[in-house]
């Protein structure tokens, strides 16, 4: 896993500032020139000179590179270790009398415009962002609900297309049939050309430029024109609720949850949650399943479980093995919050004598945004 910020110096003001940078920001790492490094904090590291050999080593272990050295001589340096806006990490620039810090590579994806605020407020700097969206102070297309938990459905998609239309000030439409409310504070209006709506149908794709959709529906087949032309974001707003028998392997639980969420017109991307009984908290399917997807894994106590309301297919049969009249539907509902179940359990195995798994979806409740 990546650390978080190297700072490289190669001047006497340079390690001065690197030193009060490190004060507020204590996880920084400094890399200081042989003549200064004996003047440096303790765990300092060597920069080499040519700096190369170094940032070819640590450009992959740092989410953030900070140069207290020129951009000129910075751009030089990097341009030969550049991938793409996917996957470089963020670059910022202090010049030597640390009077701003500028953001020089990956400001959005990478995080470099929001380290560069950070960076700046702990040595009293002037940042320098000249991304569009963030120096006009509209929507952030590519990583908008990011900090929420929000992914693109396909980061190559239309996106693009979709920061330059929201820039512009074209109209645009955000569609949320689910989500968190606060992907743009809620005490501020939208952006100029910016509308909002919570329904596919109140939308005619044709009225605007670009479509921005926060969305747990795979809904190319039922609204093509939407899908079309519009940038999706997957909220997580799904929990799964999972029973299955004693030892059911991975293979089957994961071909049950797909089966369904497809037939549902469910995107497995917004799944948040898995949940069960405590009974099957050391279920190996499960455990690999959450590992696999990174997703959170809860279990319940029966009790908890057979209070739970919204439950659609109680039985009796079940409670007494387990101790509650519900496994899957309770789970997932207790977990999500939900008063009601967005698909009731469903049972699946993959051959008559194999082993069987259930699961039930609920979707979390979110607080509708006002429209301003």
Not at 223 to 252: A, F, M, T
Request: charge should be negative.
């Amino acid at each position: 896993m990546s650390k978080t910020f190297a700072v490289y110096v190669i001047t006497k003001h340079g390690l001065e500032i690197a030193i009060d940078l490190q004060k507020v920001i204590p996880e920084a790492v400094l890399y200081v020139s042989k003549r200064y490094i004996d003047q440096a904090p303790e765990g300092s590291r060597l920069l080499t000179t040519p700096m190369g050999p170094t940032l070819k080593e640590t450009w992959n272990e740092f989410d953030c590179h900070i140069h207290i050295i020129s951009v000129g001589a910075v751009v030089r340096m990097i341009k030969d270790l550049l991938v793409n806006k996917k996957v470089d990490p963020a670059v910022v620039c202090i010049d030597d009398a640390a009077r701003f810090a500028i953001c020089l590579l990956s400001g959005h994806v990478g995080r470099g415009n929001a380290f560069t605020d950070r960076i700046a407020k702990a040595i009293d700097a002037t940042p320098v962002i000249t991304t569009a969206s963030d120096a006009k102070g509209t929507l952030t297309v590519d990583i908008l609900g990011r900090d929420l938990g929000w992914t693109l459905d396909d980061p190559d998609r239309n996106v693009t297309k979709g920061c330059a239309e929201v820039v512009n000030e074209n109209k645009t439409c955000f569609i949320q049939q689910t989500g968190e409310s606060n992907f743009w504070p809620l005490d501020k209006p939208l952006p100029p050309g910016v509308q909002y709506s919570m329904s596919f149908d109140e939308v005619n794709p044709a009225d605007y430029e670009m479509l921005l959709i926060a969305s747990d529906l795979d809904f190319k087949e039922s609204h093509p024109e939407h899908w079309q032309n519009s940038v999706i974001y997957r909220p997580k707003s799904l929990v799964l609720g999972l029973g299955c028998d004693r030892d059911c392997p991975l293979e089957v639980v994961e071909k049950g949850i797909l089966k369904y969420l497809a037939e549902e017109g469910l995107s497995v991307k917004s799944v948040k949650a898995i949940a069960s009984i405590d009974k099957k908290a050391d279920e190996t399917a499960f455990i690999e399943l959450s590992e696999k997807y990174s997703w959170p894994f809860q279990t319940y106590p029966p009790e908890e479980l057979d209070v739970v309301e919204g439950v659609e297919n109680p039985s009796e049969v079940v409670k007494k093995y387990v101790g509650t009249r519900s496994v899957a539907e309770a789970a997932c509902l207790l977990n999500s919050g939900a008063s009601k179940l967005l698909m009731p359990k469903k049972a699946f195995k993959e051959t008559e004598d194999g082993k069987n798994m259930t699961v039930a979806i609920a979707r979390i409740p979110f607080e509708k945004r006002a429209v301003k």
